[in-house]
Each structure stands twice: as structure tokens, then as C-alpha cells.
């Protein structure tokens, strides 16, 4: 067994940003191991996604032609144990992702592979390959190995790798897809419902709050605070589950990408891996919260350990 | 019909904490310990199965795999509703990863012959988001992840479940039953326990197994049944902010003054 093997993503017909990523820590592994790339993808019509992945690094792009383009769990799980057993690779790369969390396990569990889910630093040892995931809320890391495994499959957080940008020309093979009977259908995909008409991808400065408000009768006061300061007024999850403020509002992996913010002050947020997917590419962040391990502070610019309320209170005398 | 709700005990970190002597876990003194958060909502779907329309005679179960200091979290479940509580436990359990717990919630799922199984996403503590999809591919059931909205009428064979995707968008699925969901935070609201509740749960049995009545041999218990083994733990060095000291008004000034200069540089 040896070489490593990318599983792409793609969907609603255009493939996902991630999946350069994983071409990029492939390509890493390749330089200081020497195993080559393959990267497949699968899909109704899998050409139609080859021509981006022609990426520097890759020796060889694999298609699998499915009977559907929208995924589906077990055709992903069937397709990627053919490439195995096509290809024998070493260590297989999936993103950690909506979509591979559907079928990564249950393709592991049933052929016996090493796993690890969401890990962020990959090394290859005398033992073998070691991977390196966080624990206990991110506040630690833990490096894990796959002893006896012959395959190795990880989930690769987002954001980790360097994507691969340069084209290159490797060899195209096809693979032929596993009969597979689907147990379910996809019906189609839906946008999120707009809420109000707030627009956090286009924001410049958001103010943004977490569970650190409370409760719902809170909000308000947040909400005024960001229109006193001239900000348009974001939120993390619980504070979208709770109803409290439209989904339209929620910055992070689930909700919306603070794509052209520069100044971020995230008020009461402690700051999970899916929030900061959505706004660690900011400039300028200030983190308020009265935890001071609050992993936000690890990607924060600024930090003030305190009572949100009272920085609050505060902040409005100067405006 | 029987739904079956696998939940975890999950623990955080005591501000200040160290490691135990072979430094691949944190030393169990310095962690906290919940019921983990999504488990909340996984129950909160079954309980609302089973209070609605045809949901008469649903029975909920509530599943664990963990040491007896689990039964904690157990009863917060049948303080809520559930119809029975379950925990499994052997020491050899001690090293198992979430394909080690599958395996074992897995014996548990044949015994029981649920309709459904719901569990969390994923757990607020090591977040690896694999165990009830592990599960669902060692009963080799119909599964789908990341379910944030579930459309199913009790006894029919098929649900329509809506999954989140990233960016906010989301993707409906046809699923045949019975399956295994995974079901992402709010999904719906969870209940609180009554006073009532919580008192009568204190006095419910809770059965308790050890995974070898279960039939899970030996070359599948704790580390020999993983797909992982840790090798160390250790607190990463981080990228650290720049501390804004002083009295909460001076602080508040500081802020101020960094919202001025953006507002002044846009």
C-alpha cells in the first residue's frame, strides 16, 4: 500500500474550494514522503470537474461516473472503496465536511481502515502516518496513529492547507463505478430563507455576539450598540438556534462567510471551529469575553477579558 | 416503534488542568463533565415523535457507553421523558475511540431492533463526528448526517430529512427506514426538565450491561475495536491576542478608538 488518494467535493455542479486544500496537504505529504498524488472525483459526469483539478503535484486524476451528481452517502462510500482497492493507497484525504461526515465512518468501520475525523497537521513516522486533531473545545492537541492499518483515512478541517492554484497536465483514468442501490434520494438542494435584510458577506465592520448575551430580552441592546457604532450586527450559532436573530445573521461554517469584513468584534463568543471558519480571515478582530481561554483569543488581534455589558455600556459613551 | 438516542457524558476542562502520567489524557480530576449539548436535541426530536400524532406508542431509549458516573446524564434524559435508560460499560472500554463506542452501541442497536436511532452531530468535547455514523455503517442501515429538520410520520418507511450544508444552504433527502440520523443543534428547542421529572428519575432503574453480555468479543473492545490510538496530548502554542488592560472604561476607550481609526482609514 503506498501513495495518497484525494477524494474531491463538489456540489450543485462547481467544485468546492476545499478540495484544493487537500490537494495542497497531499502535495505537502508527496515532497517529504515521496508518495504520489491521485485525486478522484465522483459524479454523474466526473470529466466535467478533471479539467480544475489538473493541479500541480498530481499524478493522476480518477473519475467515477455515478448515477447521480448530487451526493449521496453510500455511492460515496462504495466509489471510494473501489479507489481503494484500485489504487491501494496508504492514506486517503477527505474534507471534514457536511458531506463526509455521511459516509467516512461507515466506509472505515466496514473495511477496517484507520480513522481520524477533522485533524489540521499530518506526519508520516517509522510507525507510520500520525495525525493531529484538537480536543476538549481546541483547548488541547492530540496526535493520534493507526497501528496495524494498512489504509489510513482522514478528515481534513477546512482552512488547514494551502490550496493548490498552479495547473498541471497528469493522466486521467477512469474507474469503474461499484453497482450501488441507493437506500436514499436526493430531492434538491434549498437556499436559506433571507430573514431580514441583513448582508454580513458585505459588511465592512460587524459587531457580533454570542451565547455570552444571555438571554433573548439582551439583544436588543446589542443591537443598538451596533447601530451607535456604525456596524451591522452579527451572531454565532446558539444565538440562531435560539431564534433570537434571523439565521441571515449568523457568521460561521453553517451560517454566512464575513467575506469582506475588516473589523470584527465578536462580544461573548468563545469562539468554535465552525465560528471561525467563518471570520478568521478578518483583519483587524476584538474579542470581548470574560473567559480568558476563550479559543477566541487565539485568533483575536486584540483581546479585553470582561463583562460584555458593561464593555458595552461603556463603548456607547463614545459614540 | 422504538426510537433509540445513544447520548454521551462529555467533559470540559478546569481552567487550570495537567495531564495524566502517560500524557495521553487529561488527568480526570481536572475535567467537568455534561451531557453533551446536541444529545439534548437528539432526545428532544424522539420526545416530540413521540407526542405527536401517532406517536402513542412510541418507547424512547436512551443508550450510553460509560462508567457508572454516566448514570448522571442518563437520568437527565428520563427526566425529560425518556422511556428507558440503558448504559453499557466494560473497563477494557476505557481506550475506545468513536469507532470503539459505535461498536459497541451497535450490539446494543441489534438487541433493541430500533425503528430510528438519533444521535448528535457530533460531541462538544472531542468533536469527531463519527460515532452514530460509525453505528450506522455496522448495522449497514440507511443514514444521513447533519439533519436539520426531520419530516417522518411514526411507522411509515421512509422520511424526508433536510441536511445543513456549509453556507447556509441545505440539501432534502429522501431516506429509506429504519435509519440512523445524526441531528445538528437546533433542529428544535429542548425542554427542561420538570422538578417532578427529575425527581421520579432519581428513582428509575437504569440497566446496566457490560459489553461482553453483548456479545462484543474481545478484538473489538476499547483499543483493539478503534480505528485510532492517541499517542499524546499536549496544549498546543497559540497565536495570542494583544490584551486590552485597565478598568472596563479604559478598556471600552481602547475599543472605541480602533472603531474610530477603521472608521476613519474606510
Redesign the interface.
Known amino acids: 500500500m503506498s501513495g495518497i488518494l484525494v477524494v474531491s467535493e463538489h456540489?450543485n455542479g462547481e467544485l468546492r474550494p476545499v478540495s484544493r486544500e487537500l490537494v495542497g496537504a497531499a502535495v505537502a505529504l508527496k515532497h517529504a514522503t515521496g508518495e504520489p498524488v491521485r485525486v478522484a472525483v465522483i459524479g454523474e459526469a466526473p470529466e466535467r470537474y478533471v479539467a480544475e483539478l489538473k493541479l500541480a503535484g498530481v499524478d493522476e486524476i480518477l473519475t467515477v461516473q455515478a448515477v447521480v451528481d448530487?451526493?449521496d452517502?453510500?455511492i460515496y462510500?462504495a466509489s471510494v472503496r473501489a479507489l481503494i482497492e484500485a489504487r491501494e493507497p496508504s492514506l486517503v484525504l477527505l474534507a471534514?465536511?457536511?458531506d463526509s461526515?455521511?459516509?467516512?465512518?461507515?466506509?472505515?468501520?466496514?473495511n477496517g481502515?484507520?480513522?481520524?475525523?477533522?485533524v489540521f497537521g499530518i506526519e508520516r513516522d517509522a510507525d507510520g502516518w500520525?495525525?493531529t486533531?484538537?480536543?476538549?473545545?481546541q483547548?488541547?492537541?492530540?496526535?493520534?496513529?493507526?497501528?496495524g492499518?494498512s489504509v489510513v483515512v482522514l478528515t481534513v478541517r477546512p482552512g488547514s492547507y494551502k490550496p493548490v492554484e498552479t495547473l498541471a497536465e497528469p493522466a486521467v483514468s477512469a474507474i469503474p463505478a461499484p453497482a450501488v442501490m441507493p437506500?436514499?434520494?436526493?430531492?434538491?438542494?434549498?437556499?436559506?430563507a433571507g430573514g431580514d435584510d441583513v448582508n454580513i458577506p458585505g459588511a465592512?465592520?460587524i459587531v457580533s455576539i454570542g451565547r455570552g448575551v444571555g438571554e433573548e430580552d439582551n439583544v436588543e441592546q446589542f443591537k443598538e450598540l451596533a447601530d451607535s457604532?456604525?456596524?451591522t450586527l452579527g451572531c454565532s450559532?446558539?444565538i440562531?438556534?435560539?431564534?433570537w436573530l434571523p439565521?441571515?445573521r449568523?457568521v460561521g461554517?453553517?451560517?454566512?462567510?464575513a467575506a469582506a469584513c475588516?473589523?470584527y468584534?465578536a462580544m461573548g463568543i468563545s469562539g468554535s471551529?465552525q465560528h471561525m471558519a467563518g471570520m478568521k480571515h478578518v483583519e483587524?478582530?476584538?474579542?470581548?469575553n470574560t473567559d480568558p481561554?476563550a479559543s477566541i483569543?487565539?485568533?483575536?488581534?486584540?483581546?479585553?477579558?470582561?463583562?460584555i455589558f458593561?464593555?458595552g455600556?461603556?463603548?456607547r459613551?463614545?459614540? | 416503534m422504538k426510537i433509540l438516542v445513544p447520548i454521551k457524558q462529555v467533559a470540559t476542562l478546569d481552567e487550570d488542568f495537567e495531564f495524566r502520567d502517560d500524557g495521553r489524557d487529561v488527568d480526570p480530576d481536572f475535567l467537568i463533565h455534561d451531557l453533551n449539548e446536541w444529545d439534548n436535541y437528539t432526545l428532544e426530536e424522539a420526545m416530540r415523535l413521540k407526542e405527536g400524532p401517532g406517536g402513542e406508542g412510541i418507547e424512547v431509549v436512551v443508550a450510553t457507553v460509560g462508567p457508572e458516573s454516566v448514570d448522571e446524564e442518563l437520568r437527565k434524559c428520563l427526566a425529560k421523558g425518556a422511556d428507558r435508560a440503558v448504559r453499557v460499560w466494560s473497563d477494557a472500554l476505557e481506550d475506545a475511540d468513536a469507532v470503539g463506542v459505535a461498536r459497541v452501541l451497535a450490539a446494543l442497536a441489534r438487541r433493541e431492533s430500533p425503528d430510528l436511532i438519533f444521535a448528535g452531530v457530533q460531541a462538544a468535547d472531542h468533536a469527531c463526528g463519527a460515532t452514530g455514523m460509525a453505528l450506522a455503517g455496522l448495522l449497514d442501515l440507511p443514514h444521513a448526517a447533519v439533519v436539520a429538520a426531520l419530516d417522518y410520520v411514526p411507522g411509515s418507511h421512509s422520511a424526508t430529512v433536510r441536511r445543513e450544508l456549509e453556507g447556509g444552504s441545505y440539501a432534502s433527502v429522501r431516506i429509506g427506514c429504519p435509519a440512523v440520523l445524526t441531528l445538528q443543534l437546533g433542529i428544535n428547542t429542548p425542554r427542561y426538565a420538570s422538578l417532578r421529572g427529575i425527581k421520579q428519575a432519581a428513582q428509575r432503574p437504569i440497566e446496566v450491561l457490560d459489553a461482553e453480555a453483548l456479545g462484543v468479543t474481545a478484538d473489538a473492545l476499547g483499543a483493539a475495536g478503534s480505528a485510532s490510538r492517541v499517542r499524546r496530548m499536549y496544549v498546543p502554542e497559540k497565536g495570542r491576542a494583544q490584551m486590552i488592560e485597565g478598568t472596563p472604561a479604559e478598556q471600552a476607550a481602547r475599543l472605541a478608538q480602533i472603531i474610530k481609526e477603521f472608521g476613519g482609514a474606510a
Open positions: 456540489r448530487a451526493f452517502p453510500e462510500e471534514h465536511s457536511v461526515l455521511g459516509y467516512a465512518a461507515p466506509l472505515v468501520v466496514k481502515y484507520g480513522f481520524a475525523s477533522d500520525v495525525a486533531r484538537s480536543g476538549y473545545g483547548k488541547v492537541n492530540i496526535e493520534v496513529d493507526f497501528p492499518r437506500r436514499s434520494q436526493h430531492l434538491g438542494f434549498e437556499e436559506p465592512e465592520f457604532v456604525g456596524a450559532r446558539p440562531a438556534d435560539a431564534g439565521k441571515a449568523q461554517q453553517s451560517g454566512k462567510t475588516k473589523l468584534v471551529v483587524t478582530i476584538v474579542a470581548v481561554e483569543f487565539t485568533i483575536a488581534r486584540y483581546g479585553i477579558v470582561g463583562d458593561e464593555i455600556q461603556e463603548l459613551n463614545h459614540f
